[in-house]
């Protein structure tokens, strides 16, 4: 993940702001809506547990759409463009560039959309309901794409077994927080089954299913005991492949 991508545990960065809304405009709500339908008209969902009726879903949209592929659109974003957005601007950029990538609508479609919003701004937007594509969305919502799945061998790690967190070689993605990498830790929780993630990321290490756990941190191990509460202790969950034994 590049510097924006990690940010936790580095210096000098200023107070954290915390925002106590999910949705601070109502457009905000609309993006999210959009991820959402998205999600559950996707093609990846006929490979989900749940039994989808994908191949007679009414829709047009033919293209493979999870929260990967969100985070892709956020993390190839410049930088400074991408400290310069709200963070559902950021997915907003993202799916749009999705749509004209997969040949949905070209640049100069949304443009123009765009331009015409703008000189009309209390124009109607779309509005085609589609009760199939609305359940669809309901049963997404309730069952998810994710599910355990059958371990092919047993965990390498046991609850209270002291472990290091990996340091693999940067890629393009990775679900590993960088301000964890080398830290050691203790695992709390061994979640039961196994878990994948939506894309390989490589030599990053995650692709088949895996273990997943909970691993407890010393604050102090991470951070250091002059900018450390007492007594403060850091929890993650961590797949298997980013973990090794302590020394």
């Known amino acids: 993940m590049k510097l924006q991508h990690t940010l936790g545990g580095l210096q000098n960065l200023g107070p954290v702001k915390v925002e106590t809304q999910v949705f601070v405009e109502p457009w905000e709500k609309r993006i999210f809506g959009i991820h959402t339908a998205m999600m559950a008209e996707s093609t990846h969902l006929s490979g989900a547990l749940p039994q989808y ?15 990967a592929s969100l985070r892709t659109g ?25 749509f004209i990538d997969e040949g949905y609508l ?16 209390g124009a109607p937007l779309p509005d085609q309901p589609n009760p199939a594509i609305a359940t669809q969305i309901s049963e997404y919502l309730t069952k998810g794409d994710s599910p355990l799945r ?3 061998q047993a965990p390498r790690f046991a609850q209270g077994d002291e472990v290091r967190v990996a340091d693999p070689d940067a890629v393009d993605h ?13 695992v709390d929780v061994v979640y039961p089954g196994a878990f994948a ?3 390989s990321t490589g030599p990053d290490g995650i692709g088949d299913p895996m273990p997943v756990y909970r691993v407890s941190f010393d604050a102090a191990e991470i951070w250091g005991p002059e900018k450390s509460e007492p007594n403060t202790t850091i929890y993650a969950d961590l797949f298997e ?3 090794q034994p302590s020394l």
Not at 55 to 67: D, K, R
Not at 108 to 120: F, G, P, S, T, V
Request: hydrophobic fraction near 35%.
């Open 53 to 67: 009726p994908m191949a007679g879903l009414p829709t047009t949209f033919t293209s493979t759409w999870t929260w």
């Open 74 to 98: 956020a993390e190839g974003m410049q930088p400074f463009e991408y400290f310069k957005y709200r963070y559902y601007e950021k997915w907003l950029m993202g799916i749009s560039q999705f």
């Open 106 to 121: 070209s640049a100069d479609e949304l443009n123009h959309k765009i331009d015409y919003y703008r000189a009309n701004p």
């Open 150 to 152: 059958g371990l092919k």
């Open 174 to 186: 990775t679900r590993l927080p960088g301000y964890l990498r080398n830290k050691p830790g203790k």
């Open 197 to 199: 993630y939506f894309v």
């Open 241 to 243: 492949a980013y973990l």
